[in-house]
């Protein structure tokens, strides 16, 4: 892995479901859908939803 890509040292924010408590780790991503490991929640495209309850990125909330 690159050390050097500022894209990379930023930190990786968790969010979490509004609707059902599903919590997106960007260490883990979401491969069952597609999403690699490593992946920003900003960076996901808009066309994921949350695998567990189905709803858009926009009914999610970053967690402090
Ligand atoms: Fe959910």
């Known amino acids: 892995m690159q050390g050097?890509?500022?894209e990379?040292?930023?930190p990786m924010e968790k969010w979490e479901c509004?609707?059902?408590g599903y919590i997106?780790?960007?260490a883990k991503g979401d491969p069952d859908?597609?999403?690699v490991p490593g992946t920003r929640f900003?960076?996901?495209p808009d066309t994921w939803v949350c695998p567990e309850c189905g709803v858009?990125?926009?009914n999610f909330?970053?967690?402090a």
């Open 4 to 6: 050097n890509d500022p």
């Open 8 to 10: 990379r040292t930023k």
């Open 18 to 20: 509004t609707v059902c």
């Open 24 to 26: 997106y780790d960007p």
């Open 33 to 35: 859908n597609g999403v």
């Open 42 to 44: 900003e960076d996901i």
């Open 56 to 58: 858009t990125k926009d």
């Open 61 to 63: 909330r970053k967690l």
